[in-house]
């Protein structure tokens, strides 16, 4: 059984010194993007889980760039959440029909100019999940960059009924990222159904759990303060 942190450092340091890593650098310390992230945007877009989608929540890494904007010019809006969840209204809403530029509107630098913030409550039943990965396993384990911030938004929109166990959660990562190991995991992780890379689309047919909501336990006096939809919605509970 591995640790997140050991399977961290071994990938980011195989994505640089095999030159798989692309702008920005450098590749520890985030989800890293890949040669080849824009090939597996488009296995992602086959999945008719994305191609049909009305709404979906994507996260704000350069590695699904292509992927969002894809969706974006497939008439999908998109909901990417605010870096660190550090605003009351934490996600931007991208609505392609209200956008005079899909390419732009896509990126974490313009996100805010061409979409509009909006809180959980005005988020809409989702029809996909998009996250970033630095690892993920044959059975759906990811192990994100460690901060966290992922699963979080997911636990905040499952507990307001916006996702459930049959949503869609997908994932682009490079091959070298696809590991055929054990992992250790925690009660909050949020397992992948699908993974997408440069040359393959794998359907984990996960057996792992997924969080029904925040474990509100987990979090610290720092977190909620960080984060002032969480500080709320533990007042409205």
Request: aromatic share 6%.
């Amino acid at each position: 059984m591995s640790g997140k942190d050991s399977i961290r450092g071994r990938v980011w340091d195989r994505l640089e010194a095999d030159d798989i890593a692309r702008f920005p650098f450098p590749p520890h310390g985030r989800i890293t993007n890949f040669d080849g992230a824009d090939a597996a945007a488009e296995r992602a877009m086959s999945l008719p889980e994305l191609a049909d989608a009305d709404a979906v929540k994507a996260n704000p890494d350069a590695p699904q760039l292509p992927l969002r904007r894809k969706l974006l010019h497939n008439g999908t809006t998109v909901y990417m959440a605010v870096p660190r969840l550090a605003a009351d209204r934490p996600f931007v809403e991208l609505d392609p029909e209200e956008i005079s530029d899909l390419d732009a509107a896509a990126t974490i630098s313009q996100m805010s100019n061409y979409g509009r913030k909006v809180g959980p409550e005005d988020v809409p039943e989702l029809d996909g999940i998009v996250v970033g990965s630095v690892a993920v396993t044959e059975d759906g384990a990811r192990v994100g960059k460690g901060e966290g911030y992922s699963d979080l938004e997911y636990a905040v929109l499952r507990g307001l009924g916006l996702v459930d166990d049959d949503t869609p959660v997908v994932t682009t990562v490079h091959d070298v990222q696809f590991l055929e190991e054990d992992v250790d995991t925690e009660r909050y992780d949020v397992p992948m159904d699908v993974v997408c890379t440069p040359t393959r689309t794998v359907r984990t047919e996960t057996t792992r759990r997924r969080p029904t909501g925040i474990f509100w336990d987990d979090l610290d006096s720092k977190r909620l303060e960080e984060i002032p939809v969480l500080d709320r919605l533990r007042e409205e509970r």
